[in-house]
């Protein structure tokens, strides 16, 4: 079946624009996680969605960064007034279920802030 | 310090060594993953385990909890083998996943 899949690919944006990254994960994937990797450096954790539980928030970096999720489908993830620090690989994950489930990663968008 | 810790961060060995990597972490967790990491960027879940030992091919994984410590090996290597390995861990009572910095390994044919 279908992967995970992120749109788009690549982005190349001035700084002070405002993006948004898509990420449709697995149908029927309750949870939903987006991660950020910048160059050389290893993962971090931005958001996590589990149904409609409220989402845990707490690994965004500040203000300019906020999510959202449709029900148990499609989510974005929206950076306003981008800075070149936000230059990094988005990657979207989706599992059956929170923690103790494998995740199915997506294949990333780079976004580079110029 | 960082909460997950990968060793080595750099490997290279020869087509069919036995490879092994470790993590240690310093936080209760709920479950541990490992993962791969290729090239081209795309990453791929290899295990996930909370207790014992998890065999997949040429891959192993384990996992003791009361050292808060877990190995990969990679057995009969292989240059397809080559990429970044991650160790990443899921807090107890949280659900997201706090990753280590990866090792970069390199097998050479």
């Known amino acids: 079946g279908a992967g995970v899949s992120q749109s788009p690919s690549n982005k190349v944006t001035e700084k002070g624009k405002d993006v948004e990254l898509r990420c449709d994960p697995i149908s029927g994937h309750t949870a939903l996680y987006w991660y950020r990797q910048r160059l050389g450096q290893g993962l971090e954790f931005l958001i996590y969605f589990q149904g409609n539980s409220a989402p845990d928030k707490s690994g965004l970096p500040s203000d300019r960064f906020s999510a959202e999720r449709t029900g148990e489908s499609v989510s974005t993830l929206t950076i306003q007034r981008t800075q070149q620090e936000d230059s990094a690989v988005y990657l979207c994950?989706?599992?059956?279920?929170?923690?103790?489930?494998?995740?199915?990663f997506g294949p990333g968008t780079r976004l580079t802030v110029t | 310090k960082n909460e997950v810790e990968q060793s080595p961060q750099n490997l290279t060995a020869q087509e069919g060594e036995f490879i092994t990597i470790n993590c240690s972490y310093s936080?209760?967790?709920?479950?541990l993953h490992w993962l791969q990491q290729h090239p081209g960027g795309g990453i791929v879940s290899l295990f996930m385990?909370?207790?014992g030992k998890k065999k997949h091919g040429r891959l192993i994984a384990t996992i003791n909890i009361q050292e808060k410590h877990s190995s990969l090996h990679i057995t009969a290597s292989h240059p397809r083998d080559s990429a970044v390995y991650i160790c990443a861990v899921a807090d107890q009572g949280a659900q997201k996943l706090v990753f280590g910095q990866g090792t970069r390994l390199t097998i050479n044919p």
């Open positions: 936080v209760g967790i709920s479950a």
């Open positions: 385990l909370s207790s």
């Open positions: 994950a989706s599992s059956s279920r929170t923690g103790y489930n494998e995740q199915y």
